[in-house]
């Protein structure tokens, strides 16, 4: 695998920052977002350090996004959402702010208060641990 020097998210595939990892295959890895635009929000990003979907290769694109249709599917059976938003952001001007591709998986609920593009704001931890916890089925 190729990682980039100070990319927050090869550093979290590689297990050198810490991850609630959700899965995993020989390509992809999930984990939950720290800034959660809903309970339950995972992102999917390869192995293999590509900074955007410019970059990032054709094999790796298709493993993403199998594993996100993966990821909403145990997050639908765990969590029961109405729903769900699947998002990349490719750029700065698009509100690419990590450049390591990851696609958004946002789970959806009758009346959550998510307008898109959401304004940021810290999860709570054991919030955010326990919602991974129920989606690895181990919670
Ligand atoms: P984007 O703005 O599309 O590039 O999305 C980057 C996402 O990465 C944001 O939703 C951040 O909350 C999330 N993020 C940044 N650092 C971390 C981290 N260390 N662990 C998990 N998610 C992160
Ligand atoms: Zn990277």
Redesign the pocket.
Known sequence: MSAEADC??C??VAGE????IVDSDERTVS???????TPG?A?VVPRTHAADLMAISDEDLEACTLAARRLARRMDEALAPAGFNV???CGTA??????HF?M?VVPRYADDPLKLPWI?GP?EPGAIAEVAARIRGDG
């Open positions: 927050i998210f550093q979290i920052l810490p991850g609630a984990f939950m977002d720290i800034n959660p635009a929000h992102l998002l990349n952001s698009a509100w690419q702010t990590v450049f990851h958004h940021p999860g």
